[in-house]
């Protein structure tokens, strides 16, 4: 016989000791086949998990524990995506019991009686198919590997790609970017405040920024007007959520889907007054409502070409006055807690803290928001 290009350990559970001593001899002609074995059916078990065989050769007929029950047990420890192929010696030919060792979750069957080359031909037969399945475990686990890992990449780019259109349309009227990320941060925050899960305050963190994508379609005229706009410049404005809307409408990207929704619904107004569709209260979407409040406050704080920054306190309580009017009373709240947890008291403190650009520091920062 050619020996094959694998090596395998057996075990062998036979309590006559003559059977066993055979069997031994027989697997000991191929030198590939490392080979362990116990008479005593109550060590099986113990034995199995010790040396984990890629095949048991087991006797039925043994005391105190039959080859049924010590089949059964090992099977419990092994999971039931891995083929384990048990071949049963017995010298009992009869249906049932070649039935029941099958029902047990034996594999094959050979007489005690048979010469030891058919005993090695179908432990070989039996190694061989366990190798296959094997290979196929390990390729399936390396797929997933590099699935996970490519997908971790393609993640990766989609989040640079949101961060390059969030910054390409702060430019337009806020040429450091900060805008963009502290709206990120400030409704993840208060995401995280108003009780929405992690993976929904992550994915805030990331698309907020792009609220105001649309603006990279409005004239600069209008968009850096240092005076009051007219009627048609301010419905100029108001085109961006349909601006941006558009550019991030079509993908199948839950990502972009939500920076889609926030675009076109973070001027929505909780009476209804808003734009671009008239939504009231809990109509607007949950996003939108975080964002409005996100993107309100921090604009109050700092200067724009057609205002001065505001006093801290100034814009807060512009904040409580438009809690039922402009803004979703919850979100207001949400926004308070953040402010009160984080000890955010001022213009500087602000910028300090909610416009850091470290995760991890931002992250240290949310988790000091008490929910009490």
Known sequence: MNEPDWSAKALIVDDDADN????????????????????????AVQMFEDVQPDIVLMDLHMSPMSGFEVIERILEKVPSTTYLPI??????????????ALASGAKDFVSKFADHDEVLLRTRNLLQTRLLYKEIEHQKATLEIRVAERTSELEQAQRDVLTRLA???????????????????????????????????????L????????????????????GLLTDFERETVRQHVHVGRQILSGSTSDLLQLAECIAYSHHERWDGK???????????PVVGRIVAVADVFDALLHPRPYKSAWEFVDACNYMH???????????????????????IVSNDLFDEVIGEPDAEVVEGYRSRIRWD
């Open 20 to 43: 066993h001593l055979l069997i031994r001899h027989a697997l000991r002609a191929t030198p590939n086949i490392q080979v362990f074995g116990t008479t005593d059916c109550t060590a």
């Open 321 to 343: 006055d438009q809690s039922g009017f402009q803004f979703d009373p919850a979100m207001v709240t949400a926004l308070d807690r953040v402010l009160e947890s984080l000890g």
């Open 274 to 284: 808003g734009y671009p569709e008239g939504l009231v209260g809990e109509a607007i």
């Open 167 to 205: 910054l390409a349309a702060e430019y337009r009227d806020d040429d450091t970017g900060h805008h963009t990320k502290r709206v990120g941060n400030l409704s993840a925050l208060i995401a995280q405040a108003a009780g929405l899960g992690t993976d929904d305050v992550e994915n805030i963190r």
């Open 87 to 100: 071949l049963v010696l017995t010298g009992d030919d009869s249906t049932e019991a070649k039935r029941r």
């Open 207 to 226: 698309t907020a920024p792009l609220h105001d994508l649309g603006k990279i379609g409005l004239p600069d005229g209008i968009l850096l007007k240092p």
